[in-house]
């Protein structure tokens, strides 16, 4: 069995120096590649430096929303030069975020769709935050070319945002969130989604999934991500590893 982790923080200040011990606490539960995500200039470099050391790690890059507000033209030049890194594999993590609202909003919006607009002049997907916008991120996105595809991260809408984006080439990645018990919402559209249409993610260290809630979240535990689902969706372990592993070296091109 192998899992993939395809948004993981990696990069983060818990696991600097240590990201070797992580890696082979991840290979030991059966997640054998994983994406780092970057956010801003430093965490993106990070990425970049991580997948450059280890065989296992990729790299995403991207402005997110609390940065927004810094993307000039000398920013977009760095990143597409850090887009066409052979390991770079996903612009992201990019998208909305009206809960911290760090950047203003339409500054968000323009950022945002100028991302997708470079990821799909370079043929990648996007890694996309929503958080409170669901309608102006769908709007976005039904608005842009997506034919390279792009991965909603942490998805924690339910069937009915579900079906609405099913209709664009959107893929959702399920964190930890889907094992807490008041998710249901949740719930019920990891058990309504297409087989061949969704991810598995850690998003560490934040999202812990039960049974380690309380502990600070790792890698390797994109496993017990992969065992709710299982429940949820009444099927085996390996047939999750299997949907998720395919899905995920389909959508962000893995070699
Ligand atoms: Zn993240």
């Given at each position: 069995?192998?899992?993939?982790?395809?948004?993981?923080?990696?990069?983060?200040?818990?696991?600097?120096?240590?990201?070797?011990?992580?890696?082979?606490?991840?290979?030991?539960?059966?997640?054998?590649?994983?994406?780092?995500?970057?956010?801003?200039?430093?965490?993106?470099?990070r990425?970049?430096?991580?997948?450059?050391?280890?065989?296992?790690?990729?790299?995403m890059?991207?402005?997110?929303?609390?940065?927004?507000?810094?993307?000039?033209?000398?920013?977009?030049?760095?990143?597409?030069?850090?887009?066409?890194?052979?390991?770079?594999?996903?612009?992201?993590?990019?998208?909305?975020?009206?809960?911290?609202d760090?950047?203003?909003?339409?500054?968000?919006?323009?950022?945002?769709?100028?991302?997708?607009?470079?990821?799909?002049?370079?043929?990648?997907?996007?890694?996309?935050?929503?958080?409170?916008?669901?309608?102006?991120?769908?709007?976005?996105?039904?608005?842009?070319?997506?034919?390279?595809?792009?991965?909603?991260?942490?998805?924690?809408?339910?069937?009915?945002?579900?079906?609405?984006?099913?209709?664009?080439?959107?893929?959702?990645?399920?964190?930890?969130?889907?094992?807490f018990?008041?998710?249901t919402?949740?719930?019920?559209?990891?058990?309504?989604?297409?087989?061949?249409?969704?991810?598995?993610?850690?998003?560490?260290?934040?999202?812990?999934?039960?049974?380690?809630?309380?502990?600070?979240?790792?890698?390797?535990?994109?496993?017990?991500?992969?065992e709710?689902?299982?429940?949820?969706?009444?099927?085996?372990?390996?047939?999750?590893?299997?949907?998720?592993?395919?899905?995920?070296?389909?959508?962000?091109?893995?070699?």
């Open positions: 069995m192998e899992l993939i982790d395809n948004h993981t923080h990696l990069n983060d200040e818990p696991f600097r120096g240590k990201e070797e011990y992580y890696l082979e606490r991840a290979k030991a539960l059966g997640v054998t590649k994983v994406i780092c995500a970057g956010q801003d200039p430093d965490f993106n470099q990425a970049i430096d991580l997948a450059d050391r280890f065989d296992e790690v990729y790299a890059v991207g402005y997110c929303p609390d940065v927004a507000k810094d993307f000039d033209q000398k920013a977009e030049d760095e990143l597409i030069e850090q887009l066409q890194m052979p390991k770079v594999v996903a612009l992201g993590e990019v998208g909305l975020d009206y809960y911290w760090e950047s203003p909003r339409d500054v968000q919006r323009g950022v945002f769709a100028r991302q997708i607009e470079i990821a799909h002049e370079l043929k990648m997907p996007v890694n996309i935050h929503t958080r409170d916008a669901f309608e102006d991120c769908y709007n976005i996105l039904k608005n842009s070319n997506l034919e390279y595809g792009a991965i909603l991260h942490s998805f924690n809408g339910g069937v009915d945002w579900l079906n609405r984006f099913l209709k664009l080439n959107v893929y959702f990645s399920y964190s930890g969130v889907v094992s018990t008041k998710a919402e949740v719930h019920e559209s990891a058990k309504s989604v297409p087989m061949d249409r969704f991810l598995i993610e850690t998003d560490a260290p934040y999202l812990t999934p039960k049974p380690y809630r309380g502990h600070q979240n790792e890698t390797g535990y994109v496993r017990y991500v992969a709710t689902i299982a429940k949820l969706k009444g099927i085996t372990l390996d047939e999750v590893a299997k949907a998720t592993y395919a899905n995920t070296v389909r959508v962000y091109d893995l070699k």
